[in-house]
């Protein structure tokens, strides 16, 4: 079975740009989770999508958007970039809740 | 609030010794999950144990092995025979049925030396 894919894995924008990242789960998993990973603050939960629905959210500022598509395939968003979303985006998906979540191998995003 | 707590920012350990990592968590959910992550130099992050709250047996898969006190709210990772494709970030995280998303510590930085 195939794990959980995601596109770009290199990203290089300005600041006041924005960026749309994508993430396929895992063939027959709803749940999609992102996470933003800095040296500085660790791993973070951004938020959580489940058959097309947002069931949770972390505390990022609005910039920060995503979606969950029929197919269970989920892109995030992320407008007017500054420097500090200089980060690695990681993708989980899993079958549901309580399940445990799989990881993709990030996209890269560099803010110049 | 849930949290995590990894004490160890890096280890060391030479090869086919064992080592443990620490790890200490905080939740107020009665259901709940803890895992233990591996980040290897190629960013990949790879499950390699989980435990479930309500199990009083310590998870084991092969190498790994899990030592679960629900009452010091410690989590801890043993790995024996370490191998060099051991070194890697280790990341302890705990996971609430109904907050949904995992909580992670700062990780521990394992090195496994030949």
């Known amino acids: 079975k195939a794990g959980v894919t995601q596109t770009p894995r290199y990203l290089i924008k300005t600041r006041g740009q924005q960026v749309t990242l994508s993430c396929s789960p895992i063939?027959?998993?709803?749940?999609v989770s992102w996470y933003q990973q800095t040296p500085g603050q660790g791993l973070q939960f951004l938020f959580e999508?489940?058959?097309?629905?947002?069931?949770n959210k972390g505390n990022f500022p609005g910039r920060f958007s995503g979606r969950q598509f029929s197919n269970s395939r989920s892109e995030m968003n992320v407008s007017t970039l500054e420097l500090g979303d200089s980060a690695l985006y990681l993708c989980?998906?899993?079958?549901?809740?309580?399940?445990?979540?799989?990881f993709g191998p990030g996209t890269r995003l560099t803010v110049t | 609030a849930q949290t995590v707590t990894q004490s160890q920012p890096e280890m060391s350990v030479q090869e086919a010794e064992t080592v443990t990592l620490s790890c200490t968590y905080d939740?107020?959910?009665?259901?709940?999950?803890l895992f233990w992550y591996k980040q290897p130099p190629s960013r990949q992050m790879i499950l390699v144990i989980r435990?479930?709250?309500?199990?009083?047996q310590n998870a084991t898969e092969n190498r790994f092995s899990v030592n679960f006190q629900k009452a010091a709210k410690s989590f801890s990772l043993k790995i024996s025979d370490s191998q060099l494709g051991d070194t890697a970030m280790y990341f302890c995280?705990?996971?609430?049925?109904?907050?949904?998303?995992?909580?992670f510590g700062k990780g521990t930085k394992l090195s496994v030396k030949p």
């Open positions: 063939s027959g998993h709803r749940s």
């Open positions: 989980a998906s899993s079958f549901g809740r309580m399940n445990e979540q799989y």
């Open positions: 995280a705990s996971y609430g049925g109904s907050q949904g998303n995992l909580i």
């Open positions: 939740t107020s959910e009665s259901n709940y999950y």
């Open positions: 435990q479930e709250a309500y199990k009083q």
């Open positions: 999508y489940f058959s097309e629905t947002q069931r």
